[in-house]
């Protein structure tokens, strides 16, 4: 078993930024794969960034290229999720997941957080 507990979400203008923290506990985290999703009222959840265990590869949705950063310190067991210039659709609650594969379907994803709010005001 993998725990994941999210921070750092909050109520921001349109522009501004925030940072998001997942802490892990349980099983050695450094043998996951994480990934940052995004679900929105009335939408499907999507994947926001993913990582590998090292931090070689990384993917990005293309709606938030340029402006998220997906990082991991697996010293600490924690995964950030640095978003800048945001906007109001980047309105949503914010979840990390653990996967021992990199990927971006949620489907893969074995470990979940409670999920944080993000909400951008215009």
């Known amino acids: 078993q993998v725990q994941l507990v999210e921070s750092g979400g909050g109520l921001v203008q349109a522009g501004g930024s925030l940072r998001l923290s997942c802490a892990a506990s349980?099983?050695?985290?450094?043998?996951?794969?994480m990934g940052w999703f995004r679900q929105a009222p009335g939408k499907e959840r999507e994947v926001v960034a993913a990582i590998s265990r090292t931090g070689g590869r990384i993917y990005y949705a293309d709606s938030v290229k340029g402006r998220f950063t997906i990082s991991r310190d697996n010293a600490k067991n924690t995964v950030y999720l640095q978003m800048n210039s945001l906007k109001p659709e980047d309105t949503a609650i914010y979840y990390c997941?653990?996967?021992?594969?990199?990927?971006?379907?949620?489907?893969?994803?074995?470990?979940w957080g409670q999920g944080t709010q993000v909400t951008v005001s215009s």
């Open positions: 997941a653990a996967s021992p594969i990199t990927g971006t379907r949620a489907a893969q994803y074995d470990y």
């Open positions: 349980g099983r050695t985290y450094s043998n996951y794969a």
